[in-house]
């Protein structure tokens, strides 16, 4: 099998959605020197996103190997390569003492919040920030990379104190609460302090559920799928321009009080992204005007 170079990771695919999107979004990590790092910052720039918090740092950048499912399963296989990462390595020293108050949301998740210190660092900065502004979080649950099931879910019960938007895959909660439907996790999530709850299912659809009862589903377009992969960051980077165009990300009640109709209106624009990224290789998520047809 021949592996080729592609920028990528969660939060990196999300930022370059947003840029994509024309939503003003910046990147908050460090990025190594290496010439992975230089992908990576060029893949950045190059779809708008500032590197106002990413700092360049001598060592090496986290790799990540994607294999497809062979015949007729198309589930990624992943495997990391991230011992003395520089992004993994990043400590509380290496947050900004503030950020910019134009700052609308701050998006976590993917194995950024499982790997040490790094991991232990963003929660600072999620709790730091945690209510201050819209904080929202993607799981991305990687198997692979949790030694420890107990404490990545106790852990994971704590974001839930700090966010305000959750979006999970069918596999994630699958990982997370095993035989369990979602209905019965969700007064609890919402008394935790989460606004907003997204389940994402695939090839059958997205769903949306309120703490106010509203709720939506919406089908997944019907596409000539080539890969999967980036498709859950494609739909996220593109619930938050929906969010974000409708200042919805002014302030957490203005997320709560959504509407059914606003609900089923998001799901559709971040299906419909998520559909086209899924008919090209790799996370290569939709510009704007693809949007607009």
């Known amino acids: 099998t021949a592996y080729r170079p592609w920028p990528g990771g969660s939060i990196l695919n999300i930022a370059v959605g947003l840029g994509r999107m024309k939503v003003p979004v910046g990147f908050l990590s460090r990025l190594s020197t290496d010439l992975f790092g230089d992908i990576l910052a060029d893949q950045l720039l190059n ?9 360049r740092v001598n060592g090496q950048t986290t790799l990540a190997f994607v294999s497809l499912g062979e015949g007729d399963s198309q589930e990624p296989q992943y495997a990391f390569y991230a011992e003395g990462a ?12 503030e950020l910019e108050k134009e700052i609308k949301a701050l998006h ?9 210190p790094g991991a232990s660092t963003l929660e600072t900065l999620m709790q730091r920030e945690s209510r201050k502004r819209i904080l ?20 994971f019960e704590r974001w839930l104190t700090f966010i305000d938007v959750l979006r999970l895959s069918e596999a994630d909660l699958a990982y ?26 695939g090839a059958e659809g997205a769903s949306a559920y309120l703490k106010s009862g509203a709720q939506a589903f919406v089908p997944t377009p019907k596409v000539l799928v ?58 290569n998520p939709p510009f704007r005007h693809e949007m607009n047809g």
């Open 176 to 201: 997370l609460y095993p035989d369990t439907e979602l209905a019965s996790l969700l007064p609890e999530w919402f008394d935790a302090g989460v606004s907003l709850v997204i389940l994402t299912q």
């Open 47 to 55: 779809n708008q996103v500032n590197l106002q918090y990413c700092p």
């Open 226 to 283: 080539k890969d999967t992969v980036g498709a859950g960051d494609t739909f996220f980077s593109t619930v938050l321009t929906y969010l974000f165009e409708h200042n919805l990300l002014e302030d957490r009640d203005n997320i709560a009080q959504m509407t059914a109709a606003q609900l089923e209106a998001c799901l559709a624009f971040a299906v419909k992204a998520a559909a086209i990224n899924c008919t090209r290789e790799g996370a």
């Open 108 to 116: 976590f998740g993917s194995i950024s919040l499982v790997l040490e």
């Open 136 to 155: 929202t979080l993607d799981p991305n649950v990687r198997p692979i990379v949790i030694q420890d099931w107990d404490a990545y879910q106790s852990r």
């Open 86 to 97: 520089v992004d993994r390595e990043m400590t509380v020293k290496d947050l900004p003492l």
